[in-house]
């Protein structure tokens, strides 16, 4: 909205020449029609003139103008008098309304101090739930192959929580590929009867000496001395352990309701001798 009076108007007019106007009163114009250009908030300009001598300038103007209106009482004279009055009166209105403001303009301050505000309130601040809580929630779990965690650096340094179908002839490698991930929580093994089908180098070993050996124990698999640094040495929280029968399918293996679950397996055309 342009201003009924400023500066530019007064100097083009004469006006502050012809009333000895200061150049306080001119600068005080320029304030006012700043404000009506939408260049200042009310706020503003009510802080800026009662901080400074803006506001004294401007009830010496309104006394001033009354004086010479007395002296001079000719239509012209009153007119202008009157038009730079009326402008006065509305910047004390503007200064007394400012002060009268109940509620802090928290958002106008400098971003340093809202920042130390924030910290002062939330220093003491306690948790209900203490403990980290994960920011990903996947309403359904997430199928993959093991060497997705060699590709997927955000999925490496965000997975907590794993289901493992442990088999495969390079189920020591992704167990290994497990230990390299900082936040996993939670391990899930799903065992079967293809958990002792590939023979490991221990295995190996002991039919060596006990030929009639047949069946291969647990401890005896592969991966499984890279499973037990990975529980004992990473920090795993939660394990445990599942059996898996010979009419679980792939698509039953998927329902679980862990927060941020991965499943390792090879698809189904791929061959048994991939990893887990």
Same mark, same amino acid.
């Given at each position: 909205?342009?201003?009924?009076?400023?500066?530019? /108007? +007064? #100097?083009?007019?004469?006006? &502050?020449?012809?009333?000895? =106007?200061? %150049?306080?009163?001119?600068?005080?114009?320029?304030?006012?029609?700043?404000?009506?250009?939408?260049?200042?908030?009310?706020?503003?300009?009510?802080?800026?003139?009662?901080?400074?001598?803006?506001?004294?300038?401007?009830?010496?103007?309104?006394?001033?103008?009354?004086?010479?209106?007395?002296?001079?009482?000719?239509?012209?004279?009153?007119?202008?008098?009157?038009?730079?009055?009326?402008?006065?009166?509305?910047?004390?209105?503007?200064?007394?309304?400012?002060?009268?403001?109940?509620?802090?303009?928290?958002?106008?301050?400098?971003?340093?101090?809202?920042?130390?505000?924030?910290?002062?309130?939330?220093?003491?601040? /306690? +948790? #209900?739930?203490?403990?980290? &809580?994960?920011?990903?929630? =996947?309403? %359904?779990?997430?199928?993959?192959?093991?060497?997705?965690?060699?590709?997927?650096?955000?999925?490496?340094?965000?997975?907590?929580?794993?289901?493992?179908?442990?088999?495969?002839?390079?189920?020591?490698?992704?167990?290994?590929?497990?230990?390299?991930?900082?936040?996993?929580?939670?391990?899930?093994?799903?065992?079967?009867?293809?958990?002792?089908?590939?023979?490991?180098?221990?295995?190996?070993?002991?039919?060596?000496?006990?030929?009639?050996?047949?069946?291969?124990?647990?401890?005896?698999?592969?991966?499984?001395?890279?499973?037990?640094?990975?529980?004992?040495?990473?920090?795993?929280?939660?394990?445990?352990?599942?059996?898996?029968?010979?009419?679980?399918?792939?698509?039953?293996?998927?329902?679980?309701?862990?927060?941020?679950?991965?499943?390792?397996?090879?698809?189904?055309?791929?061959?048994?001798?991939?990893?887990?």
């Amino acid at each position: 909205m342009y201003p009924p009076l400023d500066d530019r /108007v +007064l #100097q083009e007019r004469s006006l &502050h020449e012809r009333y000895q =106007l200061s %150049d306080n009163v001119v600068g005080l114009f320029r304030v006012y029609g700043e404000h009506h250009r939408g260049l200042e908030p009310p706020e503003a300009l009510g802080r800026r003139l009662r901080t400074s001598t803006l506001m004294r300038t401007c009830t010496d103007t309104i006394s001033f103008l009354a004086v010479a209106m007395q002296k001079n009482p000719a239509p012209e004279c009153m007119a202008e008098c009157s038009e730079i009055i009326a402008c006065c009166t509305e910047m004390l209105n503007i200064a007394n309304e400012s002060n009268q403001c109940k509620v802090l303009p928290f958002m106008k301050l400098p971003r340093e101090i809202r920042q130390m505000v924030y910290q002062y309130y939330f220093k003491n601040l /306690v +948790l #209900q739930r203490p403990g980290a &809580h994960p920011s990903i929630i =996947l309403k %359904d779990p997430i199928g993959c192959d093991c060497h997705c965690l060699q590709i997927n650096e955000t999925m490496k340094n965000h997975l907590r929580s794993v289901e493992v179908y442990w088999r495969g002839a390079q189920s020591d490698s992704a167990f290994k590929l497990l230990q390299e991930v900082p936040k996993l929580k939670s391990l899930l093994v799903l065992v079967s009867s293809s958990t002792t089908s590939i023979i490991s180098v221990k295995e190996t070993l002991l039919r060596k000496y006990w030929p009639n050996r047949r069946q291969t124990r647990i401890p005896e698999a592969l991966g499984f001395d890279e499973l037990t640094e990975l529980v004992g040495e990473c920090g795993v929280e939660y394990v445990s352990v599942a059996h898996v029968d010979n009419t679980t399918t792939f698509a039953g293996l998927t329902k679980s309701g862990a927060v941020f679950t991965a499943f390792f397996w090879p698809s189904q055309k791929e061959d048994q001798s991939n990893t887990l």
